[in-house]
Nanobody
Framework: QVQLVESGGGLVQPGGSLRLSCAASGFTFSSSAMSWYRQVPGKERELVATNTRAGGRTNYADSVKCRFTISRDNAKNTVYLQMNSLKSEDTAVYYC?????????????WGKGTPVTVSS
């Protein structure tokens, strides 16, 4: 059974930093693409950052480039999102996503999310 458990969210002042973690289990983590998404009430969930399987490539939303860094520790089955220079518009619930290929078909799995609030 695939499980994704996020942690590390909270309240931070503008300009501050947070590191989100997502502990994964139930699938072959090292060969799966891992991503972070975020969602604000009333808006669609948006992709923040992706780390391809085995960590070969990373992609970021334009709004977070040079501020956020996605990384993974395959030995710990954990993906991280380091968020620096946070802005009020980064306030959202952040979700961990795993794209797992099973029987030749990609399947998306989601964590329950961790809230991030950027406010003074």
């Amino acid at each position: 059974q695939v499980q994704l458990v996020e942690s590390g969210g909270g309240l931070v002042q503008p300009g501050g930093s947070l590191r989100l973690s997502c502990a994964a289990s139930g699938f072959t983590f090292s060969s799966s693409a891992m991503s972070w998404y975020r969602q604000v009430p009333g808006k669609e969930r948006e992709l923040v950052a992706t780390n391809t399987r085995a960590g070969g490539r990373t992609n970021y939303a334009d709004s977070v480039k040079c501020r956020f860094t996605i990384s993974r520790d395959n030995a710990k089955n954990t993906v991280y999102l380091q968020m620096n220079s946070l802005k009020s518009e980064d306030t959202a619930v952040y979700y961990c996503n795993a794209r797992v290929v099973r029987f030749g078909e990609p399947m998306d799995y989601w964590g329950k999310g961790t809230p991030v609030t950027v406010s003074s």
